[in-house]
């Protein structure tokens, strides 16, 4: 295409679409206000572990990156979920091999996806934050945080993927016609970790993602290549249990032993790491449009950032990535039509996903333990198995079916969810069920995928 385009923002999204764009031949100016992730470490408590799913490794596959990815993975073949009483429980997230999601080092994969950006010949500029966003000079003002230099950029071709609290978007969302909601969940997270045995092993099973439900909050742990694991607590900022109220060593640590008693056990820098890492929010943010003219487009948490309780904030941005470079296939490099082709076909998918993410929370803190839902789920694999291209579990759909939008994904779950509902009312257990007659009502209901 042989034209100069910015993208604001050298994260996961940022680091990916530079790398299409620079496959098309553009000249890609990459600006980041963080100093450069592969030379400095995060801070404590800020690397959280992402879920990489088909979407995601579509996306990566589609860069030529799949191969080199998956060295970093971590295979997570479902749930484990623990009992305060210390006892597990694998819940598998599919039925068949491939159906499994994988655990990925967030700084790890960002370091591969710069380093693939520099090779692709894009200029990356670390140390600058974006100062000043000009919309009728088409201006972008930049300031070198070492230097204190400024440095002016035209906006024009400007891609925006500055995360959640986008500079970018809330100079956008100040124009006439233009709309932002930021919805902020009741609950934070704080981070810890499970470190390796002493001879690299794991010391819980490495191929699940490990639940420790309680009803109003949860603490999950996912694995790490060098045998630990990154663990998450998510609780309600306020009350009894809740952040505010753990404010003494002491409160933390009755807080899980009474609990994570069998979690407690395995963080051996419990309460010190509790009050050094932060806690960090969680919000939805929604915005529309994302783009204006040929200016200027949102992309990934600048544009819709999730709850993380799906495992597709990542997965959503990357596939917004793919999305973005076929809108520019589609339209002949028209930009203008791109970023509005961008936006229309995506807006309903990443609404579908704020909405399912925050409704996975419930389900992975509190359903997962549910009698009924454990029938709901062994009903849905039974229908699966009988009409594979008919019923496909909602979460299979978003996981597993990169050919399926998120918003196609949610329809049709809700479908399917009526469908059971009516199914177990009154039953127990799967041998109480007509299971020929729901099929029926699967074949009248539902057309093939």
């Known amino acids: 295409m042989n034209q100069t385009v910015t993208v604001v923002g050298a994260g996961l999204a940022g680091s990916l679409m530079a790398i299409f764009l620079a496959r098309r031949g553009c000249a890609v100016t990459l600006m980041e206000k963080r100093q450069d992730m592969r030379r400095k470490s995060l801070p404590a408590g800020r690397s959280i572990n992402l879920a990489l799913a088909n979407r995601g490794l579509k996306s990566l596959r589609a860069v030529g990156l799949e191969d080199r990815v998956r060295e970093q993975l971590v295979t997570m073949r479902g749930r484990m979920v623990h009992d305060q009483h210390g006892d597990t429980d694998l819940q598998p997230y599919g039925q068949r091999p491939w159906e499994v999601i994988y655990s990925v080092s967030r700084p790890g994969l960002n370091a591969l996806l710069l380093d693939e950006a520099e090779s692709a010949g894009v200029d990356l500029r670390f140390g600058q934050a974006c100062r000043r966003v000009d919309l009728e000079a088409a ?144 919000g939805t943010v929604r915005s529309a449009p994302w783009h204006l003219d040929d200016k200027l487009c949102l992309l990934g948490d600048a544009a819709h950032a999730v709850v993380p309780f799906h495992g597709q904030g990542m997965n959503a941005a990357f596939e917004d990535c793919l999305e973005m470079d076929a809108s520019l296939e589609a339209t002949g490099g028209d930009w203008s039509r791109s970023f509005e082709r961008f936006f229309e076909r995506r807006k309903p998918n990443t609404d579908a996903i704020a909405d399912m993410a925050i409704e996975n929370y419930t389900e992975m803190r509190a359903s997962v333990t549910d009698p009924r839902f454990l029938l709901r789920k062994q009903l849905a694999f039974e229908l699966e198995r009988r009409q594979p291209d008919r019923l496909v579990p909602r979460y299979s759909m978003v996981m597993f079916r990169d050919d399926i939008g998120y918003a196609d994904a949610q ?39």
């Open 411 to 449: 329809s049709r779950g809700r479908t399917q969810l009526e469908i059971m509902e009516r199914a177990l009312q009154g039953k127990e257990r799967l041998e109480e069920i007509d299971i020929d007659a729901v099929e029926r009502q699967v074949l009248e209901t539902l057309p093939p995928i």
């Open 139 to 282: 201006v972008l003002t930049f300031e070198d945080e070492s230097s204190g230099q400024t440095a002016e950029l035209p906006l024009r071709r400007c891609i925006a993927a500055d995360g959640a609290g986008s500079v970018l978007r809330e100079t956008l969302m100040k124009q006439p016609g233009f709309d932002c909601t930021v919805d902020w969940l009741e609950h934070g997270y704080k981070e810890l970790c499970i470190p390796a045995s002493d001879d690299g092993s794991y010391r819980i099973d490495a191929n699940a993602l490990h639940i420790w439900p309680r009803g109003g909050y949860m603490l999950i742990a996912l694995p790490n290549l060098d045998g630990s694991f990154t663990v998450t607590l998510f609780l309600p900022n306020e009350g009894d249990p809740g952040f505010d109220h753990l404010d003494t060593r002491d409160r933390v640590s009755d807080f899980f032993k009474a609990r994570f008693p069998d979690a407690a056990a395995l963080i051996p820098d419990l309460e010190d790491a509790f009050f050094v890492n932060p806690t960090g929010p969680l």
